[in-house]
């Protein structure tokens, strides 16, 4: 019987970048194939033509297309929407329609739950995130089945950003319009980051985040986001309104005080009723649904969602005390499009301009790998910078609305989107313009909503995420990688116990770290000669690889050298010299005999920056006051230009550069 492969949860069905390269498998095939020194491979090999042969076959000639297809060209490349659109085929209309119907259904009630329940704002800010910032991204963005609106954690930064400024804010009479102007302000700043980090090609950041952080981000946030439903959950909101706490676990300790003596009996029992029903609708859906696949499309939450408002309006539950959703002014007392900069807004820019950063990044992280998950599985490539272009522009737009939420893509609401026949934008387009209508007619209807079922939505939105938590921390135990475990679980700290955005500062500063660090240690190999061959293989990698050249250090250098990872160079090759490739503490004695010669492997090194000709010039220089000669071997052309530059090869000798190792072995034999 075979062991199934295990791999963790956040990165099943994920691609965020490709794992094989030919090209890069060409370009090391030396050195995987086993280092036959013959030294011409790497000399001789041809530059690769910025221009493929391939490409270009059924094309016309460059010189011979008119400005007008140039422009058509790269609109269609911008504007992915000027291509499909046009192209437009009925037969892909039923799949988009019932898409985005199903889509509708889902991201309605989860809009109002984010923006009532999260953000600290009115049920209509959230369905206006649900259906403007959509629209813009159908028409730019590259993705086929990303649904755009507003995410939990997203609207709970908001939430906290309102309620944090709203405490030292002087106009204590305007609550509401203050977290208006807050979440309007933030809306826009996040729109115009995600907008010129895609104008100036910075999508690359989605790759910051190690699968171990983001779980134990998410999982994090789905245990703050709990804590907070737990509130309202229970009919403890006014007790909130006094008692005020803050952190996460302030509002832990408050539910340990209040929940057995002040809870709403009738509060606790719609809410809790409420979310073991969706949870058991969830379950059942997933067992059925490979015996019966129409069951996918049934919208158990929007059904529950109507529900509940019946049954509030005809057993008078607002009348004993459960709170409801009541009237929501669309207007929220001006006009419907106002300009986001204005005096009173752009008062809150500073305060805010840090929670924009971190929900920009955050957003995008999720979007992206939303996106890149539906790109592999229907096979079409997606662009981060044009991602960060569509995403931007549509909470730039949002933001003419004040009081909407950042939105961004759902992973869930994407795959639903894909799972219920969507092909194209259009099913974007179907949601976006069934939330609208539903602002206009349904908001009026759900007068008798009880908030406790909104907050009961957001509780299935938890569920889900934290029921993918165990697989990977059963993974990282069984694969006993600590430092990733030990990552994830800082990480899920820090946000519990300080805050969200402790908890993306940490996860990035920590990222961001780990890529410097592995960044700045090159891989060095000392290499050793196949008895009776000329082939020369890494000693601690291949057994057989012998050093039969007493105080000749061979080193392979293997990868490209920069400022980066050329600061520890001089330290590295010492500790080779002193005791090999073992890992040993600085104070035990060297295990290795004196080095007399050290001869530098180059063929990997394809590029050399000015910081990295510098430090071979101190170490040439050092090496040559100590009388150890110094030798460089499969040196690219490009390379020795740089040193004779540098006035490298004035200090070494032109007779130390050699086409091979087994060349510069000949020279040194010789010479003794």
């Known amino acids: 019987m075979t062991t199934p492969i295990y791999t963790p949860a956040l990165s099943r069905d994920i691609s965020s ?23 011409q491979e790497f000399e001789n090999e041809p530059e690769e033509s910025s221009t493929s042969p391939h490409l270009h076959a059924d094309q016309p000639d460059g010189k011979n297309k008119s400005r ?24 892909n209309l039923w799949g988009d329609l019932a898409a985005g119907i199903t889509v509708a259904t889902i991201i309605i009630p989860q809009s109002m739950s984010y923006a009532t329940g999260l953000a600290k704002l009115d049920a209509s800010t959230g369905l206006f995130s649900a259906a403007i910032p959509g629209a813009v991204y159908a028409l730019l963005g590259s993705s086929r089945h990303l649904n755009v609106g507003p995410e939990a954690s997203l609207s709970l930064l908001i939430g906290q950003a309102v309620t944090s400024i709203r405490h030292g804010d002087p106009h204590e009479d305007l609550p509401s319009h203050v977290g208006l102007v807050i979440s309007t302000i933030i809306t826009f700043q996040v729109g115009m980051i995600s907008f010129l980090l895609g104008l100036f090609r910075l999508g690359f950041i989605d790759v910051v985040l190690s699968r171990a952080l983001l779980r134990g981000f998410v ?12 509130i309202p959950m229970l009919g403890l909101a006014h007790l909130e309104h006094l008692y005020n706490p803050h952190t996460t676990v302030d509002k832990f300790l408050f539910l340990l005080e209040n929940a057995w003596t002040n809870t709403h009996t009738l509060t606790a029992i719609i809410s809790f009723a409420s979310l073991t029903c969706l949870i058991l609708a969830r379950i059942v859906k997933a067992r059925l649904r490979p015996h019966f696949p129409a069951i996918f499309y049934i919208p158990e939450v929007f059904l529950f969602v109507v529900l509940a408002t019946v049954m509030c309006d005809v057993l008078d539950w607002d ?21 986001p900069l204005t005096r009173k807004n752009l008062s809150y820019l500073k305060a805010t301009t840090s929670t924009s950063l971190l929900i920009a990044i955050a957003g995008f992280i999720d979007s992206i790998t939303a996106a890149k998950q539906n790109g592999s599985r229907f096979g079409y490539s997606i662009s981060p910078n044009r991602e960060l272009v569509a995403l931007g522009a549509g909470n730039l737009a949002g933001s003419f609305l004040p009081g909407t939420l950042p939105a961004y893509g759902a992973i869930t609401r994407s795959k639903v989107n894909a799972d219920t026949g969507g092909t194209t934008q259009m099913a974007s387009f179907i949601t976006s313009s069934l939330v609208i209508l539903s602002i ?10 009880p908030k406790c079922v909104l907050a009961a939505i957001i509780g299935l939105v938890v569920y889900s995420i934290l029921a993918e938590a165990p697989h990977d921390i059963i993974y990282y135990w ?30 990035v500063s920590v990222s961001l770290l780990l890529v410097v660090r592995k960044s700045s240690k090159t891989s060095i190999k000392i290499l050793g000669r196949i008895p009776g061959t000329n082939k020369w293989k890494p000693i601690d990698e291949n057994p057989e690889a012998m050093e039969d050249i007493p105080g000749v ?6 990868e490209s050298l920069h400022f980066a990872n050329t600061g520890q160079i001089k330290e590295r090759l010492r500790r080779l010299e002193l005791y090999g490739p073992k890992k040993v503490h600085p104070s ?25 000709v510098q430090i071979f010039s101190e170490l040439v220089t050092t090496y040559k006051s100590r009388g150890v000669q110094v030798h460089f071997a499969h040196l690219r052309a490009k390379q020795i230009k740089k040193f004779e530059t540098a006035g490298l090869l004035d200090v070494l000798g032109r007779d130390h550069i050699h086409e091979s190792v087994a060349d510069t072995i000949r020279v040194i034999e010789t010479g003794r």
């Open 17 to 39: 970048q490709s794992l094989y390269d030919p090209r890069r498998v060409d370009e090391r095939s030396p050195l995987l194939a086993g280092d036959v020194e013959q030294g």
């Open 68 to 91: 007008w297809e140039v422009i058509k060209t790269r609109s269609r490349y911008y504007i992915p929407s000027s291509a499909w659109i046009p192209a437009y085929s009925l037969h």
């Open 219 to 230: 999982t994090a946030v789905a245990v703050v986001i709990m804590i907070e439903q737990l």
């Open 319 to 339: 009348d004993k005390g459960v709170s409801i959703l009541g009237t929501v002014d669309v207007h929220r007392g001006g006009s419907l499009f106002q300009f």
């Open 440 to 449: 206009v007619f349904l908001l009026p209807a759900l007068y008798y909503l």
């Open 478 to 507: 069984r694969m006993e990688a600590w430092v990733d475990f030990g990552l994830m679980s800082l990480t899920f700290l820090s946000t519990v116990l300080w805050s969200v955005e402790v908890g993306i500062v940490v996860s």
């Open 553 to 558: 250090l061979i080193v392979r250098i293997r």
């Open 588 to 612: 035990e004695s060297p295990s290795r005999g004196q080095t007399n010669v050290v001869v530098f492997h180059m063929a990997d090194v394809e590029h050399i920056d000015a910081s990295a």
